[in-house]
């Protein structure tokens, strides 16, 4: 069973830029996603990347601002956030995927991931 922790949360000014982390433990052979829940929000899709690395996929709202990326040696995926907005305000989830017979599959949607970490709180505010 994999299990994934995220950390890198935290309060920034708008503008500034943070990178979130989601470590794996157990079973690797899988995709991953980030996505967020605003208060009073359902969660949202922010990005996600194949098992291989090769295809990653982002929202519009967060398209040229935001990068997902894996290193797939430390079983570890990330989330390079540039240019932050207030709007980006939310809880932040990693999700994971078995993908060992799907390497290149970008997924997006949320009920095609099976494991979730705890999220990790990014606020933008001045």
């Known amino acids: 069973q994999v299990q994934l922790v995220e950390s890198g949360g935290r309060l920034v000014q708008p503008g500034d830029s943070l990178r979130l982390s989601c470590a794996a433990s157990?079973?690797?052979?899988?995709?991953y996603g980030w996505f967020r829940q605003a208060p009073g929000k359902e969660r949202e899709f922010v990005a996600a990347?194949?098992?291989?690395?090769?295809?990653?996929n982002s929202a519009d709202s967060v398209k040229g601002r935001f990068t997902i990326s894996r290193e797939n040696a430390k079983n570890t995926v990330y989330l390079q956030m540039n240019s932050l907005k207030a709007e980006d305000t939310a809880v932040y989830y990693c999700a994971g995927r078995d993908a060992t017979w799907s390497p290149g599959t970008v997924f997006n949607q949320r009920y095609e991931y099976s494991v979730w970490g705890q999220g990790t709180q990014v606020t933008v505010s001045s």
């Open positions: 157990g079973r690797t052979y899988i995709s």
């Open positions: 990347i194949s098992r291989s690395g090769a295809k990653t």
